[in-house]
């Protein structure tokens, strides 16, 4: 069973079209993440949502929404796609600590975004 | 924001231990210092993570220097399946305030000579 799932694995879209990335996991943790992987594979976090409420909220353009109908689920909608947006899009899952003690972050697979 | 630096690139021959090294000079004392890798054309995995003493786990080991300002991942025995893209991470989580914040670094790649 996959802990954490993307969908599309591969998105080839037109400048200015919105497209929207699924992300679930099925490990019953209450915080996802999105990160963006650029062409020099730098990791970079976007979002992050515990219980349905943005904690990090990176700088990075408006057009870039993050959705949670549940608690399994962290969509990623991009509005107005841009050239620089191509980039392979990482989901991620973990409990959130009420304790001093760290958990661990279970990534997807990715999806590989390709704006022409 | 703190931030690591570690070497592009190491070779190893397999079967043998493999020291990874990061540098985190300007290191919080609320960051914790996380190991992840990155196999190719898949997601980041979680390897070992510390905060003040060396750290052992059934894929690798974490040693700490002691004023923290750099750490060493040591992976025991080299294999084909542990090349991989291996990033030093600072995490600075706090519970309190819910504050929950990642830098990945650039990444050592680790390739593994058969």
């Known amino acids: 069973d996959t802990a954490v799932s993307q969908t599309p694995k591969y998105l080839v879209t037109q400048m200015g079209n919105d497209k929207s990335i699924k992300c679930e996991q099925n490990?019953?943790?209450?915080?996802m993440y999105w990160y963006k992987q650029d062409s020099k594979k730098f990791l970079k976090i976007m979002f992050s949502?515990?219980?349905?409420?943005?904690?990090i909220n990176e700088t990075v353009p408006n057009r870039f929404s993050p959705k949670s109908p549940d608690k399994a689920h962290l969509n990623l909608h991009i509005n107005s796609l841009e050239l620089g947006d191509s980039a392979v899009y990482f989901c991620?899952?973990?409990?959130?600590?009420?304790?001093?003690?760290?958990?661990?972050?279970?990534f997807g697979p990715g999806t590989r975004l390709l704006v022409l | 924001d703190a931030k690591t630096t570690q070497p592009n690139s190491m070779e190893s021959n397999e079967e043998e231990p493999v020291h990874l090294p990061c540098n985190h000079s300007?290191?919080?004392?609320?960051?914790?210092i996380h190991w992840y890798r990155q196999l190719p054309s898949q997601g980041p995995e979680y390897v070992i993570h510390?905060?003040?003493s060396n750290v052992n786990n059934r894929m690798a080991s974490l040693a700490i220097a002691e004023d923290r300002k750099s750490s060493t991942l040591i992976l025991h025995r080299a294999t084909l399946r542990d090349a991989a893209v291996y990033y030093c991470?600072?995490?600075?989580?706090?519970?309190?305030?819910?504050?929950?914040?990642?830098?990945f670094g650039p990444g050592t790649s680790l390739s593994v000579i058969p």
């Open positions: 991620a899952s973990s409990q959130f600590p009420t304790s001093g003690e760290q958990e661990t972050q279970y």
């Open positions: 490990l019953g943790h209450d915080t």
């Open positions: 949502y515990n219980n349905k409420e943005l904690i």
């Open positions: 300007t290191i919080s004392g609320t960051d914790y």
């Open positions: 510390g905060l003040t």
């Open positions: 991470i600072l995490r600075d989580l706090r519970v309190e305030t819910s504050y929950d914040k990642v830098i």
